[in-house]
């Protein structure tokens, strides 16, 4: 089946500063989603972009179909930025795959 | 409306007891489904309802027993679980199972414990 996997694993930052999430996948799909899982375990929706570049104020993500990527950039990270990040896409047989996310921690 | 609603937002349950999860929306999504996540794992797919039938069951025990009583609800029946299904239980929602083009809806999810 598909493989989706995340880089990196985890992340410590500090405030302000900037940083790019990689989501690689083994074959093409119909849909890819970043996602943001806060400290109470709500699953965000941040992006729907099976292909091309959006942006949302701070965050902005680009997914290049054709190489297999995904790439999710946060620029002046706040604490509450703090949390997982998943990439989620759905393959063939129309079944959402989760990566194992980025854990991020953003401190003061 | 934009949001997928889940209660209780936490649950303590005794392996002898029935209780029920709880999940709505009000978007009109014609598919929902339901998710477990392990603490530091991501999301697994239980179940899947599209137009109100069961499209998919992951090889969930029977234990669990979802029910889609109309295009709006969902709900999971919990009966005689073990303490290794403690768990954050997800709801989500999406316009249509197979479906291309439209992203999923999460609930903020049931914090469940098993003792």
């Known amino acids: 089946g598909i493989q989706v996997e995340q880089s990196p694993p985890d992340l410590i930052l500090q405030e302000g500063a900037n940083s790019t999430l990689r989501c690689n996948f083994s074959?093409?799909?119909?849909?890819l989603q970043w996602f943001h899982q806060n400290p109470w375990g709500q699953l965000i929706n941040l992006f729907y972009i099976p292909s091309g570049t959006k942006q949302n104020g701070r965050l902005s993500a680009t997914t290049v179909a054709t190489e297999r990527y995904s790439l999710l950039y946060i620029s002046s990270s706040q604490t509450t930025d703090s949390g997982v990040y998943f990439c989620?896409?759905?393959?063939?047989?129309?079944?959402?795959?989760f990566g194992k996310g980025t854990r991020l921690h953003i401190l003061p | 409306d934009t949001e997928v609603t889940q209660t209780p937002k936490h649950l303590v349950m005794g392996m002898t007891n029935k209780k029920s999860l709880k999940c709505e929306q009000h978007m009109g999504h014609r598919a929902m489904y339901w998710y477990k996540q392990k603490a530091k794992k991501p999301p697994e797919l239980m179940f899947v309802y599209s137009y109100e039938k069961l499209s998919i069951n992951e090889s969930v025990p029977s234990r669990f027993s979802p029910e889609c009583p109309n295009s709006s609800l969902l709900n999971l029946h919990l009966h005689a679980l073990q303490p290794e299904d403690s768990a954050l239980y997800l709801c989500?929602?999406?316009?249509?199972?197979?479906?291309?083009?439209?992203?999923?809806?999460f609930g903020s999810g049931t914090r469940l414990t098993v003792v």
């Open positions: 989500a929602s999406s316009q249509g199972y197979r479906v291309s083009g439209y992203g999923y809806t």
């Open positions: 074959d093409s799909v119909n849909n």
């Open positions: 989620a896409v759905v393959n063939r047989d129309d079944k959402i795959i």
